[in-house]
Every structure is written in C-alpha cells, then in structure tokens.
C-alpha cells in the first residue's frame, strides 16, 4: 500500500540521506512535525499516514509486516533506493520489521521510546473509550468531542493530541480494525538481527523501553545504542524536542563521519 505523505525539500544544498517520519498509534503524519521542521534543514523529509490513520488507505490487517511492507510501497512510489527512518511507537516498530523485509533500504534507524518486543499489556482501553463514546453521541465539533472524552481520560495533552485526528464530526482513523487488531499493534515477531548502528530514544518516566526488554533488543539490534531523556514519558520527542533532536543529529553525524 503506497501512504499518504507529505514530502519536503531541504532547505540547503547537502549529501544526506532522506528521512522517513513514522508516527505511532492515533497519529497522523503531522505528529512528527517538530522533528520534521529542524531536520528538513539538511535533508529531504518525508512524513507519512500510517494504513488506518490520517489519509491514507483502510485495511483490515494491522500488523508489522503489511505496515513495513507499506513503507517499502512508499518508498519505491517516491522513488526512493534508501532512507533515514525515524518511528515513534508503532512507527517505531514498523520501521524495525523493515530491517527484515528491507534492510538494505534503511540507511540508519531511530526508534523513538519503543523496543521490539510483545508488551503483552493493554495501554489504550481509555482512549478507545473516549473515541467510541464520541461516536455514539455523534458529536460534530471538538468542543463537543473533547468533552466527551474528558469523563474517560485525565490527561488533557493526550486529548488534544487525539482531537488532532477528529475532523469534520468523524475519526481519521479506523477504529474499529484498530481495536480488533490491538493485540498484533502491541505484540512483535522476532526478526533477525540487524547489524548497523540503531539509536534508541527513550523517555526517563516512561514503561515502553526498560532494563527488561535489553537482551531482546540487543539480540535483534546488537549495534544499538540507547539515550535517554531525563524528565520525559513516552511522548518525549513532544516534552523534550530540542534534546530528541540533539540525540538525533548526533547519531546521524556519525555516518558522515
């Protein structure tokens, strides 16, 4: 499936390689933008809807290798040989099923605080929730939505950032596939390791990447290096963008080096 995207041009001549944006579940192509802004300085950059999500096309699979298979579809409909990837949570995900679809399309791999394994834990049932019961009530604005949802979630960031997907009186994304394919969005199937250098971002305050998960990540991404974000949740490249960006540059740096 080739995605909806949004290309950039870089703003100065350059040798880089292009980067892919990836966002995670709930998301659209525009979740990344603040990454998008800074690193399209130097770079070609392309932002993409995930199947299920924004513009792009619905499917009834939702599992990571039809969404690294999409990113492949991406590619080649842009012309692309090789790109930077860059995917938080599910983006994050579907970037690292690429390595074994494609590796020799990635050019370097951030995964934004997630690690690839089956997390085996539901973290969304109160966002589900608030998106149904915006549904059956049928409300047409935000101000209506965003009400709604308030009796289902506390934190009001995540709202806002939810709201971002509702448009014109309905969702942007597949509710129910989304639901019925939760169990593959949170789990992971092995893939083989990848020998590059990968660069994980994690948040300090956030349960996505731990100890727990290191021997399982290091087994499938053994050049991988982590660099945390004091201060930050999983939404750590929106809390802390200027320290995701330095880690970023500096990973990417190294190449060129």
Known sequence: ??????????????????????H??????????????????????LQVDMRNHGLSERASEMNYPAMAQDLLDTLDAHQLDKATFIGHSMGGKAVMALTALAPERIDQLVAIDIAPVDYQVRRHDEIFAAINAVSDAEA???????????????????????????????????????????????GWETVPAWNKPALFVRGGNSPYVTEAYRDALLAQFPQARAYVIAGA????????????????RRYLAEKTN
């Open 233 to 248: 949740g999983h939404w750590v490249h929106a809390e802390k963008p200027d320290a995701v960006l330095r880690a970023i």
């Open 140 to 186: 047409s604005t935000r101000q209506q939505a965003a009400a709604l949802m308030r009796e289902h979630i506390n934190e009001e960031g995540v709202i806002q950032f939810l709201l971002k997907s509702f448009v014109d009186g309905a969702w942007r994304f597949n509710v129910p596939v989304l639901w019925e394919q939760y169990p593959h969005i949170v």
């Open 24 to 45: 995670g579940l709930f998301g659209s192509l525009d979740n990344l933008g603040v990454l998008a802004r800074e690193l399209v300085q130097d770079h070609e950059v």
């Open 1 to 22: 499936m080739k995605l909806n995207t949004r290309a950039q041009t870089a703003q100065h001549p350059h040798n880089n390689s292009p980067i892919v944006l990836v």
